[in-house]
């Protein structure tokens, strides 16, 4: 995965994540400094487009907006430890990094949720001593699960009916 192929989309998570600032000079001001990042990264070079976006398309399926700081604060993440190699005393890049940063610490809770989905990725499911503690739970897992599934399944056909 190259460099190109990541900066072509920090305007679109800009973008989304603009929906919640709701503050249209901030946007303005950043697409310039985007377009900077752009030209450093040689984004409109012919082989960006190989292979798809890599965050665009994986947003379109997180709808609800706590699902959606989840997603954004990886993402978001990624954006600032791709910025920390590139050179900093150059004032789009500042300016970039400092938004990011602010969107960052305003999804806090996203990343404790991304964290603990890191977590569980790591469970050795194939180790006695985890399937013990796993049987253990299971009850009270489903237990949790009860009162707000249906209510969720409810929600989503409600938004596939009137596309909000
Ligand atoms: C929008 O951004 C401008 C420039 O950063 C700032 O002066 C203004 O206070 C902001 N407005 C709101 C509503 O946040
Ligand atoms: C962008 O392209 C120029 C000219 O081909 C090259 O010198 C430079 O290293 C490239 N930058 C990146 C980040 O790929
Ligand atoms: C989004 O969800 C729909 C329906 O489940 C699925 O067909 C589609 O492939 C998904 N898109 C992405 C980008 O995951």
Known sequence: MTCQTYSLF????????FGRFGNSSILAQLE???????????????DVADGGPIFVDKLTNWTERNEKRIILSQIVSMYLEMLEKT???????????????????????GL??????????KLQMS????QRKAANELF???QKLEPSAPL???RSQFQKKCKC
């Open 32 to 46: 310039n400094d985007i377009d900077q990042l752009k030209a450093d990264f040689n984004s409109s070079n012919s």
């Open 112 to 121: 404790k949720k991304m964290k603990d989905l890191m977590d569980l990725t």
């Open 140 to 142: 009270s897992v489903l």
């Open 87 to 109: 050179d900093k005393s150059k004032a789009h890049i500042r300016h970039i990094s400092e938004e990011l940063y602010t969107l960052k610490n305003s999804l806090p809770d």
């Open 152 to 154: 969720k399944k409810k």
């Open 10 to 17: 920090v305007l679109s998570v800009i973008m989304i994540c």
């Open 127 to 130: 180790d006695l001593k985890i």
